[in-house]
């Protein structure tokens, strides 16, 4: 056996006995009640608080790496911690802490007539697997979510955050254990050893569902070789349409604020669609308000002749998740056509409508196949802050289980629960 074969068995074999462990661990936290779950966020939170500057010397060696190896600015961004970043974990613990909690949740419990109840009780998923890229606070809104929804969680980061998360991740061990909680409940992997993932995703015996966030390589490559279930979205090709009912200043805000309010995230419009009636009206206006932000355009023939600079748009770029200061803006003759476009171009991540009339919002409500539909407003609200979840765990795509934000609820399942009093089915 080479040594890298060597290597890859030994990642296995330690992913293994982390399974085992987090299996086991996943049993004792569906039994945990709300208080343990709440002592156990606090007590991370104090940990947090008082090995702060072990914690940014930890992110300070990773960061040096970077420069190093030659990270990007935006990497190097995500990766970096301060005060302020690591004081952002702790009230997000707080949040977390304050927010209800699903687990034990009875819902629809009715008579039937043989005189059973039946109902549905919400329960952990049990061992969730999350892998992420870079940014280490994620570790801590990972684990806290996990931990107050009940679960047990086995957290991959990215290696060039390798010493950062092992010194959030004593923090989170310390916690739990002060909480009277398995430390297990929580396990960072600390290897850079990519065999890791591979491990993590093909353990169905051990594993109940995998959240990987990061780059479409990564979502790619966990979607093509998972063996257990996956909650993920690949990419986030919002649109925003603009009908000719619309009230224009509202489409002026809605459009301006879904692009630029910060770019490099997945809900943010890539594709603004206009109506015919109202490319005249209002794209001159809104190219003024892009090119003041250093957003470029690229246009449909119809939009080039509102916009005579507008670079040509190509076939791609109706597909294309940009993350950076660039739209892509095509003019259509009505809600139909808008509709076929985002049908054929769209992820499924967030489509909005700017419309004074009720019977076509209605329609973009229920025809628009997409994880968040949204009438008048930004699709920078597709969050899960702003929905009140407190915090979420990911966007999802996909159809069965989890969709849109995901935050405790979306961490949960339910079973069926009957109560009974001696009866037989006769």
């Keep these: 056996m080479t040594n890298s074969s060597a290597d890859q068995q030994n990642t296995h074999s330690k992913l293994e006995e982390m399974g085992r462990a987090a299996r086991a661990a996943a049993r004792q936290m569906a039994r945990a009640d709300t208080a343990a779950k709440n002592r156990a966020l606090a007590a991370i939170a104090a940990r ?3 090995q702060r500057d072990e914690i940014l010397r930890a992110n300070e060696v990773d960061m040096q790496a970077g420069r190093d190896n030659g990270l990007d600015a935006a990497l190097l961004d995500r990766l970096a911690l301060n005060d302020a970043r690591v004081d952002a974990m702790i009230e997000g613990l707080h949040q977390i802490a304050k927010l209800p909690d699903p687990v034990g949740e009875i819902e629809d419990l009715k008579y039937r007539p043989s005189g059973i109840q039946v109902g549905r009780m919400r329960v952990p ?7 992420y890229e870079s940014r280490p606070n994620v570790t801590i809104d990972a684990a806290s979510l996990c931990l107050k ?26 916690g739990l254990r ?7 409940a929580v396990q960072v992997v600390d290897t850079r050893d990519r065999a890791a993932v591979g491990a993590m995703v093909s353990m169905p015996e051990y594993v109940d569902v995998i959240v990987p ?13 998972a063996r257990v279930p996956v909650i993920k979205h690949l990419h986030g090709v919002c649109h925003v349409y603009i009908d000719d009912r619309a009230d224009v200043e509202k489409a002026f805000d809605i459009a301006l604020n879904a692009k630029t309010h910060r770019y490099g995230v997945c809900n943010a419009m890539e594709t603004l669609l206009v109506a015919d009636g109202m490319a005249s009206r209002l794209l001159p206006r809104l190219a003024e308000a892009y090119r003041e932000k250093g957003v470029e355009l690229r246009g449909c023939e119809r939009t080039r002749k509102v916009l005579t600079d507008c670079t040509p748009a190509s076939e791609s770029d109706w597909s294309e998740e940009y993350l950076a200061p660039v739209l892509a803006i095509r003019v259509v003759d009505h809600l139909d056509d808008a509709m076929d476009h ?11 409508i700017v419309t004074e009339d009720y019977g076509r919002a209605r ?37 069965i289980h989890a969709r849109g934000p995901v935050g405790l609820e979306g961490l949960t399942s339910q079973k069926w629960i009957v109560l009974g009093d001696g009866h037989i089915r006769r």
Excluded: W
């Design 48 to 50: 947090l608080d008082a």
């Design 125 to 131: 998923l049990g061992v969730v697997g999350i892998i």
């Design 149 to 174: 929804s009940g679960n047990a969680t086995i957290l991959r980061g990215g290696s060039e955050a390798l010493h950062s998360n092992g010194a959030i991740a004593a923090c989170i061990a310390a």
């Design 178 to 184: 002060e909480a009277g909680l398995p430390e297990t």
């Design 213 to 225: 966030r990061g780059g479409t390589g990564l979502i790619q490559r966990i979607s093509r070789e």
């Design 342 to 352: 985002i049908a054929r171009y769209g992820s499924g991540h967030t489509e909005s």
């Design 363 to 399: 329609r973009f409500l229920a025809e628009v196949d997409s994880s968040s539909v949204m009438v008048n407003a930004s699709t920078r609200f597709a969050d899960g802050f702003e929905y009140g979840l407190g915090a979420e765990i990911g966007i999802s795509t996909d159809k």
